[in-house]
């Protein structure tokens, strides 16, 4: 066999639609072993929760990680690659309409895997938390010459108390200079220049200061967060941010999500047990097990995903290149 | 008023299951139309209790499981109505409402309260998904009863019913019909998705089970349309293909909300 004719058989089985048909049914039976395993657990938990041999296996097989496995995108490199030449030979016989219609709606399934490989490999995601009133330079995050400050937090809510609009009001100092200030909700990020915040997340931090074998020390922190008071007997100061306290009922419950009544819960923990608890109003301050601690106020602290994805446009593209295809294959009239 | 239209839609599926299934085993026009009478009027008053829960809550029902559940049951509906143009057969009114009565049955089991939506689902794109997802489904769940039709036909059960179904090859064609519908609009539906997502999570694919499972419905049906257009795989295969895509769509609808937990959690 000369290596021409050669060449030109495996440009046939590549191009086939045999190959196609394997390799759709392939995708599928692998994608559907990443849902089915927990992904990106760190290794020993696949071991503690499978048991020693299976969870051995299991990392082998980099079924821990299928999307991102050389298996899965080999077989997805080989799935464009049979796209491709597949639509690279039909492009010569497309007599309607309809027919090209079909090719570019194939083209675009390309376009939108290129889209995800941008996405993949130059993609920078980061999540900040912000207290209302702060500030945060984002060169460190991968976004030179950006900060970012949160003025003020809300939380609409429906008349049954059910969250409506979660809103951060921001002023982002850019990196050519300009300051935008802009409300980010959920469902409508900031976006600049290929920049995007979305509403992430949000919570309380109780402010305040505890005096520590003599020593004052100022804290600002999230509801649930601790101070170590004494690390060789595991003895920690824990904080709890209690926005609407029932003074009837359980310490650690809120009546509702609004500030009506709010208290700071300090509880001294050694090890897991409990050896002092109080409850402080704002202003307060009370002795926590012989740590005299100040409530002196509270704010809300935004939690904010940051993110530059240049694959976006690229793949947004692919999908009106992929809508325009469907409309002339579907739409277009058919050719007798 | 709602939950009363509710019930009443169920009632009549549930005549509709009991009387197509004495129609096959004594058939009659009468009877045949009751059967059709009763898939109408069950339609009709599914169709009524969404608009009212509509009025309700302020909103179109698109906010939970619950109401996605009610709207695939109404697509399926929809579907067998408008393929009575072209195939009237009680064994194909059976299946349909058969598939629809446990589709309503497990709705039941589910939180059905009309709240109001959450910030997450406050988006454009919500519609855009939905609407696609109803078209997509509904058309998948016909073609999944005519794919039963056309193995039990094949096998050649001898009975009125059987026999005046359309030939083969005409169930097949009907069948190709409703997925090359569906196709379309599942694409729709995996689009609006990941211009959603990316609105509302900052990424627009996160193989999140939910998302993976539509991505492998969609995978199927490709391999359907493309082994039959190339292959002309028809017939048998492409039934069975038919079948296992919608048991894909089943367990992305209701398997995974049960089993694989993941950022989609209202539906």
Partial sequence: MSGNSRKRLDLNLLSSMKLGLLLLLLLGIMASLGSFFPQGQPPGFYRVYYGELPGRLIVFLSLDHVYRSWWFLTLAALFALNTLTCSLKRIKKTPDLRSRGSVI???????????????????????????TGKSLDL??????????????????????LQPKQYISSVSLKTADGQEIEREIQVNRPLKYKGLKIYQASYGWLARGEAVINGKEVPFELASGRELDTDPDKNERLAFFFIPDFDEQGDTLHSRSPLPNN????????????????????????????????TFSGYLYYTGLEIKKDPGVGILYAGFVILLLGLVMRYLAPEKH | MEANFNLLAYIFLLAAVILSLISLWRPGRLISYMVQASLILSFAYLTLALVLRSIAAGRLPFANLYEFTLLFAWGILLFYLISRRVIKSDLLAALVAILVVIILSYSNTLSSGPGPLMPALQSVWLQFHVITAIIAYGAFGLSFCLAIIYIIKEKGYDSPDVNNLPSLAKLDNLLHWSVAIGFPFMT?????????????????????????????????????LHA??????????????????FLAVLFTLFGVSLLLPGAHSYV
């Fill in chain 2, 228 to 245: 039959r257009k190339t292959y002309g795989w028809r017939g048998k295969r492409s039934a069975i293909m038919a079948i296992v895509g």
């Fill in chain 2, 188 to 224: 729709l539906v995996l689009i609006t998705g990941a211009v959603w997502a990316e609105e509302v999570w900052g990424r627009w694919w996160g193989w999140d089970p939910k998302e993976t499972w539509a991505l492998i419905t969609w995978l199927i049906y490709a391999a359907y």
């Fill in chain 1, 139 to 160: 060169t460190a995050m991968g976004f030179p010459g950006y900060s970012l400050r949160v003025k003020e937090f809300k939380v609409e809510y429906y008349e049954n």
């Fill in chain 1, 105 to 131: 709606l194939h083209l675009s399934i390309l376009v939108i895997l290129a889209g995800a490989v941008i996405s993949g490999v130059m993609a920078r995601h980061t999540y900040v938390e912000i207290g």
């Fill in chain 1, 262 to 293: 709010p208290r700071l819960v300090a509880v001294l923990f050694q090890d897991k047990q409990v050896m002092a608890r109080e409850v402080l109003a704002e202003g307060e301050t009370r002795g926590v097990g012989g740590y005299p601690v």
